[in-house]
């Protein structure tokens, strides 16, 4: 019950941070500076509040951080719904917003570590993963074909009050920490690893009677391949995507582009990448393979762009770097939690939303700077991200 209640949160949180964003985007009195700089105050937020309440994370505090989050979701609808227009306040609320965005991650992943055993982590994530995809993409479509009708202000609305409610419901269906045998065993060996007693350890408990003991502690191994540099490798994916994505909205200002238009093609985008993604789930992707998607999304991101003109482009240039993007992030997650043995998932949190926050403050203004500015740094992130791959994990 919790898993389903909270993957639908969960994507009323991310339908919110999509429509309150690109609300301003498509806001004319917001300049191309301000969007970037508002944008990377959110990652600014979300950064502090996952190092804030990441020891909530690894205490297995699931419960207080969906309080957390539900909690910040309602004030972020009381600023937007009193907002009247204010760019200010509604630029707060966004802000408040990344609050709630980091609190809910961290209690859905800190959820499935501790309630799932080990050998269901992959699965969970996926399935988490591709819900929100699904979840995420209707209700852009529902919105895109609203927006024409009713204007922008309602459905975002809607949106936070629907989150509020779903948050609710989140803490609700949580039940209380239990934590799984196999977990407390992973933490004993991954302390003994760091002492030098992993050998000692090891030699002394493996037995046939102690399947579970061996598992949890042969897995410390992947320890030598460093998850920290498997993060730093999405970080730097997450800076290419927004990098653009934080420009797109501004370079469609030209091109005539509607909000209604630009939610229906993330919305057909969000559905296509759900279902690519049940096919990475079934088909474990090497690091060769996932290094080849990242340098391709990089490439696509960057020169596909010049032939967005319409909706027809921009949808074709959305799905193809959603879809790259959800395979290269369900991947690179899944080896992160495979090496890091299921902790400090805050640290790949924080370091993705570190390459976003970049990414945020440099796609706007870099816009402006002319061609070469805008086309060399990401590629050169590109490159970074797929080298940091490959060394992670050779």
Not at 112 to 120: D, F, M, N, R, V
Not at 347 to 364: D, Q
């Amino acid at each position: 019950m919790w898993f389903s209640v909270g993957v639908v949160y969960l994507a009323a949180i991310s339908l919110a941070d999509f429509a309150m964003f690109n609300y301003l985007g498509f806001n004319p009195r917001v300049s191309d500076i301000e969007f970037s700089a508002i944008g990377g105050l959110w990652s600014v937020v979300f950064i502090l509040s996952n190092e804030l309440l990441g020891r909530l994370a690894d205490r297995g505090d699931h419960r207080g951080l969906a309080m957390i989050s539900a909690v910040s979701i309602v004030v972020a609808l009381l600023l937007f719904g009193l907002s009247r227009g204010s760019v200010v306040i509604i630029g707060l609320a966004y802000l408040v917003h990344a609050v709630s965005s980091a609190s809910a991650n961290l209690a859905f992943s800190t959820s499935i570590l501790e309630l799932t055993p080990g050998q269901s982590w992959s699965l969970r994530s996926a399935e988490q993963r591709v819900g929100l995809q699904v979840i995420r993409g209707l209700s852009l479509l529902i919105i895109a074909l609203l927006t024409p009708l009713i204007g922008e202000y309602g459905p975002i609305v809607a949106t936070l009050a629907a989150a509020t409610a779903l948050g609710l419901a989140f803490i609700s269906s949580l039940p209380p920490s239990v934590t799984l045998l196999e977990r407390r065993l992973q933490r004993v060996f991954t302390g003994l690893s760091g002492l030098g007693l992993y050998n000692a350890s090891v030699a002394a408990l493996i037995g046939g009677r102690y399947g579970i003991i061996y598992e949890a502690s042969s897995v410390t191994r992947k320890v030598r391949a460093s998850p920290v540099t498997i993060a730093a490798s999405a970080a730097l994916a997450a800076f290419v995507g927004d990098y653009y994505l934080t420009a797109l909205p501004l370079y469609l200002r030209s091109e005539s582009m509607t909000f209604s238009q630009y939610a229906m093609a993330f919305g057909v985008a969000g559905l296509v990448a759900a279902a690519l993604m049940v096919l990475v789930e079934a088909y474990s992707a090497s690091a060769a393979v996932v290094a080849t998607l990242i340098v391709t999304r990089g490439l696509w991101m960057a020169f596909a762009l010049l032939l967005v003109k319409g909706l027809a482009d921009l949808a074709l240039y959305v799905v193809v770097s959603l879809v790259l993007f959800a395979s290269i992030e369900l991947t690179l997650y899944k080896l992160f939690l495979s090496y890091g043995l299921g902790y400090n998932v805050h640290t790949y949190a924080v370091l993705k939303e570190l390459g976003s926050l970049t990414g945020s403050f440099l796609g706007g203004p870099a816009l402006l700077a002319g061609p070469y500015a805008f086309w060399g740094l990401p590629l050169a992130a590109t490159a970074a991200a797929a080298g940091l791959l490959m060394a992670a994990t050779r």
